[in-house]
């Protein structure tokens, strides 16, 4: 996600053409399944604060992949990159110049879930060749308002309204885990190629994921990506326990674009997976190049830069040695994890980003 949603949660999608075209070339070793370059605030961005072009950027990208790696966007259903409903020929018309210009996947939500706002979208995704990603929203319920004991009515009120108030029952809850399921069943007989379960804003606890991914493994026939961000500090947790229940994709940011309000670094998870014995299909030589250049890309937005001054130590998981106690978190994770012992996990975890 490190150019379009890792820039965005951390640098206010400032980061400029020109650097985005000396990552590119790297890019094509490290191998990705798929690149996030296009959609959510970037081309609104590129074009009101870069004075960019949006469609130069994906055709640049396009161009330097080579079909390489899928190349994806983000889209609001209805809304595409704005934030009114278009008519069908819009949506079109739109997507068939991104496709014509290099997109490959598009990842397509509503932010309530409205399956009626991202049908079209996903109708005309694989009509025109491209990817069809839907992504079903994650939230929460609103929590319990604290009870206040009602006043006992004596004498006349008690006759008259049958004695103490009875205490209300507690509101019944709509985001389940097969509120979640349901939503992504219908997606995929909608024609959607992925599901992505998408926690914009980091809400997702690890004990979650460890019941609800194996319910959405078990109901699906698609490949299911999790995307979640750091930010209340649950994202490298969540992303553990995702990956110990089965997930086929996650979604991370390269080092100095990781973590914070973003998702997880993908060092931190290939460390996790490496000693899960799962391979990431992604070559880590090729990302460690990148990092190099993203250090000098994080310099030149220090304008947008909340952490300038609390920068994350340079990190190369395959040439630098882990401290011994920093390496048994990690296993203290995974045993967490595994044991869905939630307070363990996120001690380890909180250590290891520290």
Known sequence: LTLRDGQQSLFATRLKQEYIDRLLPLYRDAKFYIMETWGGAVPDSVMRYLGESPWERLRSCSKEMKGISYLSALSRGRNLFGYVPYPNYVLEGFYKEAIKNGLNVMRIFDALNDIDNIKDSIRMINDLGGIADAAVCYTVDPKDEP?????????????????????????????????????????????????????????????????????????????V??????????????????????????????WYFGGGSAAPAIELVWLFCQKLGIEVEVNMEAVGKIREQLKDARKSLADFDLNKDNWPNEFDPLKDKLPADIDAEFDKAIKAATANDEEALLAACHKIEA
Request: hydrophobic share 40%; net charge positive; aromatic share 8%.
């Open 147 to 223: 009870k206040v004991a009602a006043p006992e009515k004596k004498g006349f009120f008690a006759k008259l309204f049958g004695g103490s108030k009875k205490e209300e029952a507690a509101p019944e809850k709509i985001f389940t885990d097969e509120y979640f399921v349901e939503k992504a069943k219908e997606m995929e007989r909608l024609g959607a190629k992925m599901i992505t379960l998408k926690d914009m804003a980091g809400l997702v606890n690890p004990s979650r994921i460890f019941t609800l991914m194996p319910k959405l493994k078990q109901a699906l026939n698609i490949p």
């Open 225 to 254: 990506d999790f995307h979640t961000h750091c930010t209340p500090g649950y994202g490298l947790a969540s992303v553990l326990t995702a990956i110990i229940k089965g997930v086929d994709i996650v979604d991370t940011n390269i």
